[in-house]
């Protein structure tokens, strides 16, 4: 109870209770013995902080030893931060393990094959020519070719996964999958806006909640869309239910029901 009235009384995230040093830390407190106290707010933000900073450039420097020995893979990410600033962070890969090496305001470069390419090449030499084997970028192909041409020892290839949500993104834009998406979003946004019917469902057995569709990540689509199929028996009851009949007062709540009782958007779906 102590440790969970410290995680409330803190705000720590529960899932915080996940990670694999907590156990670790619990373990050698105990192994303390009685009235041992823990770090001081200093030690935490200067000097155990210092340390743990060494520590993890130890465990990197290991990882240096796996890329002279076997090669690795130098993996650009790109993303937008709040400012809507085109970062890259640069991440390399080993059989050993995954290390973050530097993030990139990619503002002035990303228009240009060539300054892109300046730009890998400096990671390149960061890591060392001889020790890169591979590169993956969400697209740049441009530049993956221009980097492959400099240094003969290294392929490009995008990222599959990019590649793949693009894809969806165009499966997204054909007219036939617009429309089901439209009508998919009705229901889900008229569940969601009435107490009523999201009580309802939400006492159903083994009921959970409708994933919507995100801005950003384009399967979340087509997520949505199987969330939808698999509530399919408990939105048909709904709809078809006494309760339901009482509510019937507008156009909109007409539309939904016939939505979800139309035998071609079930089949679609």
């Known amino acids: 109870?102590?440790?969970?009235?410290?995680?409330?009384?803190?705000?720590?995230?529960?899932?915080?209770?996940?990670?694999?040093?907590?156990?670790?830390?619990?373990?050698?407190?105990a192994s303390m013995g009685h009235g041992y106290k823990g770090p001081s707010y200093h030690s935490l933000r200067v000097n155990l902080l210092r340390n743990a900073k060494r520590y993890v450039k130890l465990v990197v420097d290991s990882f240096r030893n796996t890329w002279a020995e076997i090669g690795c893979t130098i993996m650009g990410d790109g993303?937008?931060?709040?400012?809507?600033?085109?970062?890259?962070?640069?991440?390399?890969?080993?059989?050993?393990?995954?290390?973050?090496?530097?993030?990139?305001?990619?503002?002035?470069?990303?228009?240009?094959?060539?300054?892109?390419?300046n730009l890998f090449a400096k990671i390149v030499e960061m890591v060392g020519s001889n020790n890169v084997v591979h590169l993956v970028t969400d697209n740049a192909k441009a530049a993956g070719s221009l980097l492959s041409e400099r240094?003969?020892?290294?392929?490009?290839?995008?990222?599959?996964?990019?590649?793949?949500?693009?894809?969806?993104?165009?499966?997204?834009?054909?007219?036939?999958?617009?429309?089901?998406?439209?009508?998919?979003?009705t229901v889900t946004v008229f569940i969601y806006n009435h107490k009523f019917t999201l009580n309802w469902l939400r006492k159903t057995t083994g009921w959970k909640e409708i994933i919507r569709p995100g801005e950003t990540r384009f399967v979340t689509t087509f997520l949505a869309l199987k969330s939808l199929h698999d509530h399919k028996d408990s939105l048909q009851s709904l709809v078809t239910s006494d309760?339901?009949?009482?509510?019937?007062?507008?156009?909109?709540?007409?539309?939904?029901?016939?939505?979800?009782?139309?035998?071609?958007?079930?089949?679609?779906?």
């Open 79 to 117: 993303w937008k931060d709040t400012r809507q600033r085109p970062l890259i962070n640069f991440l390399i890969y080993c059989p050993k393990g995954i290390s973050f090496i530097k993030s990139v305001d990619a503002s002035d470069i990303v228009t240009s094959a060539e300054n892109l390419c």
């Open 243 to 269: 309760d339901y009949k009482k509510f019937l007062r507008i156009e909109k709540e007409k539309d939904v029901k016939q939505i979800i009782l139309d035998e071609g958007f079930e089949i679609t779906v």
């Open 1 to 29: 109870m102590t440790i969970a009235l410290w995680f409330y009384d803190a705000c720590i995230p529960i899932n915080a209770i996940n990670s694999p040093f907590f156990q670790k830390a619990i373990d050698q407190i």
């Open 151 to 185: 240094y003969l020892n290294i392929c490009w290839s995008p990222c599959a996964a990019h590649c793949i949500n693009l894809i969806l993104k165009d499966i997204g834009d054909m007219n036939d999958v617009k429309a089901i998406v439209s009508l998919a979003s």
